[in-house]
């Protein structure tokens, strides 16, 4: 129970953290940011809202000015299930690519980033 409690205080601890020090938005040209919100249509992260490694990767998003839409996997169990069943594992976070009808999921917060960078940080 105390494990628990000190778990939960520590993740608020990390929202707060991220809340007060998140970076700025990149800008873009509306263009710009047209065409990064059109490609970012086809991407979500699947998450919990107080691991470290996911806030690091939404502090990446933010920074990079990429919307996307976000999957509770700890608290639905329903994008758990496809977590599980279509990526392989409940493991967060895990960025699901969708291109040519096909789904790609993308574990690792560090490769997520590194990939959403090379894909977003360019475009102006």
């Not at 919990?48 to 990767?57: D, I, L, N, Q, S």
């Not at 976000?70 to 291109?99: T, W």
Request: with cysteine.
């Amino acid at each position: 129970m105390l494990i628990k409690a000190l778990r939960v205080g520590l993740g608020q601890l990390i929202i707060l953290g991220d809340a007060v020090s998140r970076p700025r938005p990149q800008r873009r040209s509306p263009e710009g940011q047209a065409h990064v919100v059109e490609q970012a249509a086809k991407l979500s992260l699947y998450q919990f809202h107080a691991c470290p490694f996911c806030v690091k990767t939404r502090r990446a998003l933010h920074k990079l000015n990429v919307p996307m839409t976000f999957h509770d996997a700890k608290n639905n169990p329903v994008e758990r299930e496809r977590l599980l069943n279509e990526g392989g594992k409940v493991k967060v976070p895990c960025l699901r690519i969708d291109e040519e009808g096909q789904s790609r999921w993308l574990y690792e917060s560090k490769d997520i980033i590194d990939y959403l960078e090379q894909r977003f940080a360019s475009i102006v």
